[in-house]
């Protein structure tokens, strides 16, 4: 099998605590290590570039099936790919929901066929999404499903929920949850404070997602179950989270570039591009999920990608659906927002995209340890670039960050070996 040798980057796996610069070989689909030594087939120089497992973002709307016109797998996968992930978890959000087996099968069938990212489903909690009644979480498993949610939506009822820890908790599968109370969002467009006052807009409270945050780990405290709490977004739920880890409760968080970039203020031009589920909220809570992610309360930074075509997306603020895509992004948004500011490090950064939500998946990505598939992302840390919607893979444009200059983007991209996109080459 022909051997491949990336050399002279700075070598940077979590999993293995390693951080330094070294050769990594890889041989077929296979990683070798950093072994040195015999002569490789092919090689490819990182120098002053990362290589680091290939990324993974837990959180991504790829809207396939029933919503073609927004993403399609294929799409999805190659904006993934572009912004240097090579493992994605599909939320279940779609019409029909991925409620079944054959859901799941489709998904994998629609991945495979595409050959860009790795796709892994996210199984529904309900029947439909629904929230009456839990959907065939055995067979769900059985299609490899790694995680179930109702993601668009919460589960309302706590009898539900408690039963989706309980049912869950027998596959060692994650519950992923919305934490949304909807009685207490009715109607909002924006996070409610100052400045919903002050724009006369209709706000959600920060309560109406501890409420939901504070609920849910009592469950999972109740149940002995795993949760993850999907796009944190409050200095309140921030806490909660720390408060159950320190007890004990296996409870992870998740935070979305832009809940640690942008504020509630964004929405002073009234622009649908900051208008999402659960919303922007204030300085204090940007703060509070960056300190959140730096002792370690937040292990995961996912984008929660949410394509809207344009015509969707470009209705009044009111009327426009809520959310942002961000695969594309995510990587100059963390080097903006979280290591040029040094509230992470690299090493750190890397864990939060690789081993740590391939541990909340219990899948076998996000490390470079010999005999892993060889997924790997090479990292260009100082490229600038100016960010261009129009040029995105994804074929939807509700970015907020249309015309930052930024610092960072993904170099090369490896699947299982092979190189599947690179930046200079556009393949
Ligand atoms: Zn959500
Ligand atoms: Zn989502």
């Not at 529904?124 to 299609?143: D, F, S």
């Not at 260009?380 to 249309?402: G, H």
Request: charged letters at 25%; a negative charge; one cysteine or more.
């Amino acid at each position: 099998m022909p051997t491949l040798r990336i050399t002279n980057g700075r070598l940077i796996d979590p999993s293995q605590g390693i951080d330094q610069v070294t050769d990594l070989w890889i041989r077929g689909e296979t990683i070798l290590g950093p072994q040195s030594g015999t002569q490789a087939d092919r090689v490819i120089d990182a120098q002053e570039k990362i290589v680091c497992p290939g990324l993974i973002d837990m959180h991504v709307h790829l809207r396939e099936p029933g919503r073609e016109e927004d993403e399609t797998i294929a799409t999805g996968t190659a904006a993934a790919l572009a912004g240097g992930i090579t493992s994605v978890a599909c939320m279940p959000n779609t019409e029909p929901a991925l409620d079944s087996q054959a859901a799941d099968e489709f998904v994998y069938l629609q991945a495979g066929r595409a050959g860009h990212a790795n796709v892994f489903p996210v199984g529904a909690i309900t029947k439909g999404r629904q929230g009456q009644e839990l959907a065939e979480i055995g067979g769900l498993v059985e299609g490899g499903a790694v995680a179930f949610t109702d993601d668009g939506s919460p589960v309302v009822s706590a009898e539900i929920m408690r039963r989706a820890l309980e049912y869950c908790r027998m596959f060692n599968k994650a519950v992923l949850s919305h934490a949304e109370d909807l009685e207490l969002t009715r109607g909002g467009v924006m996070h409610e404070g100052f400045e919903s006052m002050r724009l006369g807009l209709r706000g959600m409270p920060a309560a109406a997602e501890e409420v939901m945050v504070h609920r849910d780990i009592t469950l999972a405290e109740l149940t002995g179950g795993r949760l993850h709490i999907l796009h944190v977004s409050t200095a309140g739920s921030v806490e909660l989270i720390r408060q159950a880890r320190r007890r004990g409760v296996q409870v992870s968080g998740e935070a979305t570039p832009h809940h640690f970039t942008l504020t509630d203020k964004c929405l002073r031009n009234f622009d649908s591009n900051y208008k999402m589920a659960p919303p922007l909220r204030t300085e204090q809570d940007v703060q509070a999920i960056i300190a959140g992610l730096k002792d370690g309360t937040l292990e995961v930074i996912a984008t929660d990608h949410a394509p809207h075509a344009p015509e969707k997306k470009m209705r009044e603020l009111d009327q426009a659906p809520n959310g942002i895509i961000g695969l594309e992004t995510l990587l100059p948004i963390c080097v903006m927002s979280l290591i040029e500011p040094g509230h992470l490090t690299w090493p750190q950064l890397i864990e939060k995209l690789t081993i740590n939500p391939a541990r909340v998946l219990g899948i076998d990505r996000g490390t470079l340890k010999p005999g892993a598939k060889a997924d790997v992302t090479i990292i260009d840390p100082k490229a600038e670039w100016t960010i261009d919607p129009n040029l995105f893979r994804s074929k939807s444009r509700n970015c907020p960050f249309a015309g930052w200059k930024v610092r960072g983007r993904a170099h090369a991209v490896l699947l299982n070996g092979e190189v599947k996109y690179a930046a200079n080459g556009r393949e």
